[in-house]
Nanobody, 113 residues
Framework: QVQVVESGGGLVQAGGSLRLSCAAS??????MGWYRQAPGKQRELVAT???????NYADSVKGRFTISRDNAKNSVYLQMNSLKPEDTAVYYCRASTVVDGYWGQGTQVTVSS
């Protein structure tokens, strides 16, 4: 049984930092990543990382967010710096196997101006 669990969200002032963590279990995951969904908007990609360490970022977070991964722990992290009010959203972790993808329950990030 696959489980994906996020942690680390919260309330922060604009310009501040937060670090999200995600732990997956129950399978072997080739790609892991973070997505977010703001109220009234579609879920969008934030950043992804492969088991080999190749990363991909949304243009809106390049230079501010850093994704990293610990393959031994099946964990992925998102360091978010210089946060902006428009980064406010529910952040979801996704862990993908070769045949399927699994979502976590999401963690709220709120950036106040």
């Amino acid at each position: 049984q696959v489980q994906v669990v996020e942690s680390g969200g919260g309330l922060v002032q604009a310009g501040g930092s937060l670090r999200l963590s995600c732990a997956a279990s129950g399978s072997i995951f080739n790609a892991m990543g973070w997505y977010r969904q703001a109220p009234g908007k579609q879920r969008e990609l934030v950043a992804t990382i492969t088991s080999g360490g190749r990363t991909n970022y949304a243009d809106s977070v390049k230079g501010r967010f850093t994704i990293s991964r610990d393959n031994a722990k099946n964990s992925v992290y998102l360091q978010m710096n210089s946060l902006k009010p428009e980064d406010t959203a529910v952040y979801y972790c996704r862990a993908s196997t070769v045949v399927d993808g699994y979502w976590g329950q999401g963690t709220q990030v709120t950036v106040s101006s």
